[in-house]
């Protein structure tokens, strides 16, 4: 079965980077989308960037556009979130998602991760 894994959480101070990581297994993923979403406590799940697993085009957040880049390593079938000039407000667990299709900044995604922890300090 599907399985997305994530790591690469932490905590970090503000103006720092970390990347997170997304091993997918399971299937093929050339005919999907990868996505990120964050929940912090108290607030829904949000979107934050995505990609088609075969392609270059990317989508982001308002919100993480210039600071965030997702990316794919198809030899490792492994999904990055490189984040930088972290904020406060980047606090949340952060998940990996997988869909059938063209990527899309709502959560109608067929498969996620467990989720990893991001904590940034002021």
């Known amino acids: 079965q599907v399985q997305l894994v994530e790591s690469g959480g932490g905590l970090v101070q503000a103006g720092g980077s970390l990347r997170l990581s997304c091993a997918a297994s399971g299937r093929t993923f050339s005919n999907y989308a990868m996505g990120w979403f964050r929940q912090a406590p108290g607030k829904e799940r949000e979107f934050v960037a995505a990609k088609r697993w075969s392609g270059a085009s990317t989508h982001y957040a308002d919100s993480v556009k210039g600071r965030f880049t997702i990316s794919r390593d198809s030899a490792k079938n492994t999904v990055y979130l490189q984040m930088n000039s972290l904020k406060p407000e980047d606090t949340a667990v952060y998940y990996c998602?997988?869909?059938?299709?063209?990527?899309?900044?709502?959560?109608?995604?067929?498969?996620w991760g467990q989720g990893t922890q991001v904590t940034v300090s002021s």
């Open positions: 998602a997988a869909k059938y299709g063209l990527p899309a900044t709502s959560a109608d995604y067929d498969y």
